[in-house]
């Protein structure tokens, strides 16, 4: 068994997606001699979790650990692979070393009522020891990886681990099927042409680190949302308006995307743009 909550899905033979409901997902490859991860998820117990679900499939050792960017529900257990090349942005690594950012982070879910709020507590932020700027490309298992960076968006260092021969992504949460992504660390201004460059990619399905898998139809929709809200609200600040008359106006504008998931707080969730729009 798995671990309840959780749905592995072979995409390609040695492919996995990881699914977890209502929670954060991941990806394992199995490689000839061993495993990439894809996020280590949000302490060290999670993480455990996934290795036990990794020896599930196979017991080659984990090589590669990808971390999509730096939030705490997909990178925090990175301590759990002390032998492991932990690959990510430049940027990522910046902001999992940049104390503040990350003490909020802590106090804010330790203050929580979430199951792991306690385990917060001992997490051992572990940042990637392999970083780069752009691109990347990795050989692994017969299968061309190319992580890419498009640019700011929903964090500093967000990028796309893209499987041009199997028309594959895991995209982190800058990309989510039908998802309203979170904004309190984005960067709006540049989200929209980050977005453009991710709609480029010639992808059939994708794993978003939260949601249901995607096809390039949802990457479209995901880019939309941004184009509608971001110019929405950036005309709103010219126009000199408050951030209540500028949500209301906005929730208006996005009312084409009431079946996301996340929808029903877009109200609380707009705000935070404006104010990352005004900063
Ligand atoms: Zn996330």
């Known amino acids: 068994m798995t671990t309840p909550g959780t749905e592995l899905i072979e995409l390609e033979t040695g492919v996995y997606a990881r699914l977890h409901a209502g929670l954060t997902n991941a990806g394992i490859l199995v490689g000839d001699d061993s495993v990439l991860v894809i996020d280590s998820l949000r302490v060290p117990s999670f993480a455990r979790d996934l290795i036990q679900d990794v020896r599930h499939i196979t017991d080659k050792p984990i090589q590669y650990v990808i971390d999509t960017h730096a939030h705490w529900d997909h990178s925090w257990g990175n301590e759990e692979f002390p032998d492991s090349v932990i690959i990510g942005h430049q940027n990522c690594y910046d902001e999992m070393v940049d104390v503040e ?19 917060a ?14 691109s990347m490309q990795l ?24 499987m041009p021969n199997e028309k594959l992504a895991f995209t982190g949460d800058v990309v ?11 960067y709006p201004e540049d989200w929209p042409d980050t977005d453009d460059g991710i709609a480029e990619l010639a992808v059939d399905r994708f794993v978003a680190g939260h949601g249901p898998i995607g096809n390039h139809d949802g990457i479209v929709e995901a880019r939309n949302f941004i184009h509608t809200l971001v110019p929405h609200l950036q005309s709103a600040i010219k ?13 208006d504008a996005m009312s084409g995307f009431s079946d996301w998931r996340g929808f029903e707080n877009l109200g609380d ?8 729009l005004t900063r």
Request: hydrophobic share 35%.
């Open 101 to 119: 950012w990350n003490r909020v982070w802590r106090d804010k879910i330790i203050a929580s009522s979430d199951p792991w709020a306690d385990e």
């Open 239 to 251: 126009e000199g308006q408050d951030s209540a008359s500028a949500t209301a106006s906005a929730l």
């Open 139 to 162: 050989y692994f298992g017969g299968r061309k990886l190319e992580l890419r960076y498009f640019g700011r968006a929903h964090t500093s260092g967000d990028i796309i681990i893209f």
């Open 176 to 186: 989510q099927d039908k998802g309203v992504p979170f904004f309190g660390d984005s």
């Open 269 to 276: 969730t707009i705000p935070l743009v404006y104010g990352r």
């Open 121 to 134: 507590k001992i997490v051992k932020i572990t940042p990637p020891n392999l970083t780069f700027e752009t």
